[in-house]
């Protein structure tokens, strides 16, 4: 039996972030803060997979910087996915930018740099209409970027050019019904200068996960925890409560299992 | 407190004066801003609506958030959707504000909304004299001949500042204060995300700043579940911290606790939360957990063992076992004998009466607890 099509299980992760059985989600953008110690990556699989689930009434672009698309596909059939039948369905978009380079194509100067965003902006938005098309405008988008801190390398460091490109992002959040996610390595930021973005991300965020080591040191059957802040637990606009969960994670061959401090036996 | 900021903003500028200017400004700690924000704004134009105040009209500069939600938001509080359309102007920094949808070709699945009436997009943050010329012409729809003047609102300043120099920005602001036509201006700014500098900038331009604080404060040694729950309490209550400068040059400081519900944002004087906490910490029972007027008065007489008097006196050792008369009586100390209640005590000195349960025992002569003390 195909993992993919069996209905999938909640657990305190799908829980904090209010994810429905279609796949739909109550915020529109989710940033997930990670370290060196603590990779948040297993964070972008678990959504990418429950985002492609069969009961998925939507599609995924994904901006894949850090890893080749083979590296998901091998990590996400441990899990129970297959993400080249996904692509071949046009439920999934992988957009391929591994090589930094994509943004100076037309020259290093800062208008090159903007127009390589905007190109970029252009390829998602040609996407989420080839979707709209096939699915008659029905279905969620969901854009996931790994991660942040590679668009600024190929964006020359510019971080400004960068957030330009995520505003815009985030006004698809709006308009349509699209939500991104962000990975981004929270201790990559040294000066207060740099730690600006970071600022801004949060700001941005409707949600913000941070995955951390445990402060008591390394473990065996605790390999970290997650902070999840909801800023939108309730509702989309006017009443918005912010909550706050904390529990641990601990990482198997093809699954996390979430559980609560001290419930781990 | 924050009555009388929105009084300040509805009565706008005397003739002569620039327009006074409200800096909100908050901080990842404690970031309300947004909704207090929300509070004046929807309170402005409620009062423009009903034509309570000096300006007619308002003019929104939308960098944060889309003019749908502002949209939204008014119509939540109340204010009626004709007056909405009659008396607000948006200018949409935030759908495109650097005219990439210009370029790009739109989307052909697009549903094909109406544009409001009221909304004007902007596409061209970076220039900010167009900025200044837009803010200006929207407004102009309001004043008629009788030199009427509009409030200006700017959700987010540090999106400004991303865009342009503060310099640039901050000669806005004032071109904005000093021009004829304007009753008065209201901004948001994050302050963590710029240098002090810029703050402090702003702050000089304003009449009033009001600064959101976090009610619980945070400490770098604070676990991981701690910060969960310093998080919560921050999450939905902050401190307000206003700062009103008067036409003759004096500052006013300012404090309220704001807590966001379902409502919106409410305002309560500092402490009256905590008293009314800290009264219903007391668990109900039987027997008084808490000490009268009296007792007070006598505790705080007693004398403590070991304890310097500071008043140059010998320093009296208090043996435990006997009442405070007793050991001033005796010029020498004596074998510690079972503490019997003692009524005959020195006037104006407290005592603390003490029955052991080991009173009926008599102790060993040649026994002494004590001995082993070296005082």
């Known amino acids: ?265 | 407190m924050a009555e009388s900021i929105s009084r300040s903003l509805r009565d706008g500028c005397m003739e002569g004066e620039h327009a006074p200017a409200l800096t909100i400004e908050d901080s990842l700690a404690s970031s309300l801003g947004s909704s207090v924000f929300d509070h004046f704004l929807a309170n402005l134009v409620s009062q423009i609506a009903a034509g309570k105040s000096q300006a007619r009209g308002l003019v929104l500069v939308a960098f944060n958030r889309s003019p749908a939600f502002y949209l939204e938001l008014l119509r939540r509080k109340g204010v009626d959707a004709q007056h909405v359309d009659k008396r607000v102007r948006i200018l949409d920094c935030y759908s495109d504000p650097l005219g990439w949808k210009k370029r790009v070709p739109p989307l052909k699945t697009a549903q094909n909304l109406p544009v409001k009436a009221n909304v004007a997009c902007f596409s061209d943050a970076r220039d900010t004299n167009k900025l200044m010329a837009s803010i200006l012409d929207l407004g102009k729809e309001f004043v008629g001949q009788d030199k009427s003047r509009f409030a200006v609102a700017i959700d987010l300043v540090s999106s400004l500042l991303r865009y342009t120099s503060l310099p640039i920005v901050a000669g806005l602001v004032n071109k904005l204060r000093s021009n004829d036509q304007t009753s008065c201006i209201v901004w948001l700014i994050h302050s963590d995300l710029h240098e002090q500098r810029v703050s402090a900038a702003l702050a000089y331009v304003s009449t009033m700043v009001a600064s959101i604080q976090p009610i619980a404060q945070c400490t770098d040694e604070q676990t991981s579940q701690q910060n969960s729950v310093w998080l919560g309490k921050n999450s939905d209550k902050a401190k307000l911290h206003v700062r009103l400068k008067r036409r003759n040059g004096r500052v006013k400081l300012l404090a309220e606790e704001l807590h966001l519900d379902q409502v919106g944002v409410k305002f309560t004087a500092v402490g009256d939360q905590n008293s009314n906490a800290a009264k219903s910490l007391l668990p109900k029972v039987q027997f008084n957990l808490q000490l009268s007027e009296q007792e007070r008065v006598e505790r705080a007489k007693v004398v403590l063992p070991y304890e310097h008097q500071g008043n140059g006196e010998e320093i009296q050792i208090y043996d435990g076992r006997r009442s405070l008369s007793d050991s001033i009586s005796i010029s020498q100390p004596s074998v510690a004998s079972p503490v019997i209640s003692d009524t005959q005590v020195a006037p104006g000195i407290g005592e603390i009466h003490y029955v052991r349960d080991s009173d009926d025992e008599q102790p060993d002569s040649d026994e002494d607890p004590d001995d082993d003390l070296d005082i």
């Not at chain 1, 039996?1 to 953008?29: H, K, Q, Y």
């Not at chain 1, 603590?38 to 998925?56: D, I, M, P, Q």
Request: glycine fraction near 8%; charged fraction near 20%.
């Open chain 1, 1 to 265: 039996m195909n993992p993919s099509f069996s209905s999938p299980t909640t657990n305190l992760l799908d829980e904090a972030l209010g994810i429905g059985c279609t796949g739909s989600v109550p915020w529109r953008i989710a940033l997930v803060q990670d370290c060196v110690e603590a990779s948040g990556a297993f964070l972008l699989h678990h959504l990418l997979k429950r985002s492609l689930s069969a009961e998925a009434a939507g599609a995924v672009v994904f901006l894949g910087l850090a890893q080749p698309f083979s590296h998901y596909d091998r990590v996400l059939r441990k899990m129970g996915c297959n993400l080249s039948l996904q692509r071949n369905k046009n439920k999934l978009h992988f957009i391929d930018l591994l090589d930094l380079e994509f943004l100076v194509a037309g020259g290093t100067d800062q208008n090159a740099i903007e127009d390589g965003f905007m190109n970029l902006y252009n390829r998602i938005l040609r996407f989420i209409e080839a979707n709209n098309l096939m699915h008659n405008n029905g279905g969620w988008i969901r854009i996931i970027i790994d991660d942040i801190s590679l668009l600024e390398i190929a964006a020359q460091g510019s971080s400004s050019h960068t957030f330009d490109f995520l505003q815009y992002c985030a006004t698809l959040t709006s308009e349509l019904d699209c939500s991104l996610l962000i990975l981004n390595h929270g201790d990559i930021y040294s000066s207060e200068e740099d730690q600006c973005l970071l600022s801004h991300l949060d700001y941005l965020s409707d949600v913000v996960i941070k995955a951390e080591t445990l402060s008591t040191g390394i473990a065996v059957d605790v390999h970290g925890q997650l902070t999840i802040i909801n800023k939108r637990a309730l509702g989309e606009l006017g009443w918005s409560s912010s909550k706050v969960y904390n529990f641990q994670f601990k990482l198997k061959e093809n699954a996390v299992e979430f559980f609560y401090p001290g419930t781990k036996f």
